[in-house]
Each structure stands twice: as C-alpha cells, then as structure tokens.
C-alpha cells in the first residue's frame, strides 16, 4: 500500500527577523509532521516561536520576519513554492487558521452574516446568495449560534460566541488543515472547556487535521494525540499525550517543568512549581543548550553542546541525559 501523505510536513524550518542587531532566529531546525486526522499540540512558554511558526507555516510573516531555510509542505504542496494566486486560493480552501486573540479580528461594522459572506463571495463566486446565506446559517448552527446573531454586530456578542464564529469561519471551506493560534485565550475556564469540547467534537466529525498551539499545557494535552514542546524556536520534545507524566526518566527537563506548573483541583497538598528563570533573549541566546541555565540537570557538556533530538523509547528529546554516550557527564544526576 502506498504510504499516507502528510497534510503537514514542516522540514528543517529555520525563521529569522532582521533587527538593528543583526539575524535573529525566532525558529530553528524545525522538524514537525501532521497526518490526516490529527490533533498535533504545540506547547511552550510566550516568546517560544510558537506564533512565529504558525505565520510562517501560513506564508503570513510579517515585517522582517522570513523563512531562512527547510520547506513547508500541506497536502504535499510546497507553501513557499506557489504562485501568489494559487496560494490565496489555497489558504481557507486548504488550510486556514484561527489567530491568537481572534475575538479582536472580527470587523466591528459588519454583522456577522455580512463577515461570513465574504469568505464566500471571495472563495467560491458561482454560490448563489440564497445558498452562502444558508450555508452561513448551517455553520453558526455548527458551533451552537442561534440564526438570530447573523444579523448581529461583533460588540453585541460575548467573547466566547465570537470565539465560536471564528472557528466556524476557519471551518467554513472544509479544509484539511486548521491552525488553532491560543484558541481560547482571554476566556473563562467554562467557555473555555466549552470551546475545547466543541473543537474535539467538530474534527472527530470532520477529520480535518489540527495544529493546536498553546502555552497551557493542560489544554494541549488534553486536546492533542501528540505534543510537541519548543522552547527557545526549537523543538525539545516530541512525545504521545497519553505517555505524558511528571517522570524526570521519561521526558525533557523543559517538558516537567511545564507540567509541573499546572494546579491539580483533584489532588491535595500537591506543590505547584514554576520553572526558575526566564525564557532566553533570542538576540543573545546562551550556548549550547538554550535551557541548561534553569535546568536542574544541567551539566558543563549542557553549557557547550547543543543536543539534537533522538528517538527515547516512543518519543523524541534533545537532551544529552538522554544520550547513553553522556550518561558519565549526569552522576551526580544518579
């Protein structure tokens, strides 16, 4: 049988902004792969890269910011290969995305039938205006907005009901890859499990393929069958939700740190901690390993080599603990 195509395949991707210093890279090295389907999280601390890569995995960087080197495939399609025409087509038709802070990019004097229309009068001309009412209609009914906030303004709405429209609009040209950017940021915690149990319900429905980017770890984990951690614009860890624990043996420093700091409602006396220090500056980053100065493992081959991922048993880490060929440079670890 033939091998199944990645709807996503990020290849050695590396980002950079140009500044009055010089070339900073806000990603690098980045491998990621998404099959049809799937729910891949992508979790780390702000300033991580994770937007960043999210603009560039939609050819929507902005400013300075411009792919450096690696390729960008969806449904095999070099993104940074095609024709401008082609590749305005292609985005909502293929792949879309719902922004970080997305309550804010709904245009404050359309109504939201007028907003939705649009996508269609712009993606697919030949629909009739009866038929882009109806399917308008069919998509606010699939994220539970009654019909009566079509003809509603923005401002006359909630911010989790904006949340739910904008998710239907990624949603309204059935593509095969959405890009979920902080989805449910600046919500309560019940809209916010409203909305995660809403977006588990669509894809499993529609078996469209989700990158879903976040900085809570709880969430991504929760919605994602493999998470992804970066840290400093790389990947650190790659590893299957359901084997996550707060094991030390099993996962990247940077990866228990995070899952650490997230409150237990149904545990007691359970500690929460925070990771020590700041996430680097990506102008001045520290060598070698860009977490070894808040690693509690950290050793002199951390302050000098940078570690590249390998396979861990079902996952992969860069991290030398990891590297049986280091494992003299960690005893004070044993």
């Known amino acids: 049988m033939p091998k199944e195509q990645a709807v996503l395949d990020v290849e050695d991707v590396s980002i950079a902004y140009e500044s009055s210093q010089g070339s900073v890279k806000a990603v690098t090295d980045v491998f990621l792969k998404l099959m049809p389907g799937g729910i891949l ?35 095999g399609q070099d993104v940074y290969a095609m024709d401008p025409k082609l590749l305005r087509k292609f985005r909502w038709d293929r792949m879309s995305m719902v922004f970080q802070s997305a309550m804010t990019v709904l245009n404050p004097v359309m109504t939201i039938e007028e907003q939705m229309a649009d996508i269609f009068l712009a993606h697919r001309p030949r629909m009739s205006k009866g038929e882009i009412q109806d399917r308008s209609r ?24 904006k949340q739910r429209i904008v998710i239907a609009m990624a949603l309204a ?24 149990d809403q977006i588990k319900a669509l894809q499993k429905e529609r078996r469209f393929s ?13 919605i994602a069958s493999t998470v992804a951690v970066m840290y400093a614009g790389k990947i650190v860890e790659v590893s299957e939700s359901q084997g996550l624990t707060q094991n030390d043996l099993h996962h990247h420093p940077y990866t228990v740190g995070l899952m650490r ?33 808040r690693c509690p493992l950290a050793t002199t081959i951390c302050e000098n ?14 991290c030398h603990y990891f590297d049986p060929k280091m494992r003299g440079e960690f005893s004070h670890v044993f």
């Open 41 to 75: 999280g992508l979790v780390g601390e702000s300033g991580s890269g994770k937007s960043t890569l999210a603009s560039g995995i939609m050819h929507l960087l902005k400013g300075s910011a411009h792919l450096v080197s690696g390729h960008i495939r969806v449904n």
């Open 138 to 161: 069919s998509l606010l009914n699939m994220v539970h907005i009654a019909d009566k906030h079509a003809k509603s303004y923005p401002h006359e709405l909630s911010g989790g009901m």
């Open 173 to 196: 040209l059935e593509p095969d890859l959405v890009i979920m950017d902080e989805p449910t940021t600046a919500l309560d915690v019940v809209v916010q499990r409203s909305i995660l």
């Open 210 to 222: 989700v990158l879903f980017i976040s900085h809570d770890f709880s969430l991504v984990a929760e």
């Open 261 to 293: 700091a997230i409150p237990r409602l149904t545990h007691e006396d359970v500690e929460i901690e925070g990771i020590a220090g700041n996430p680097p500056n990506l102008v001045e980053l520290p060598s070698g390993c860009a977490y070894h100065p």
């Open 305 to 318: 080599i940078s570690p590249e991922l390998q396979a861990v048993q079902r996952r992969l880490i860069a």
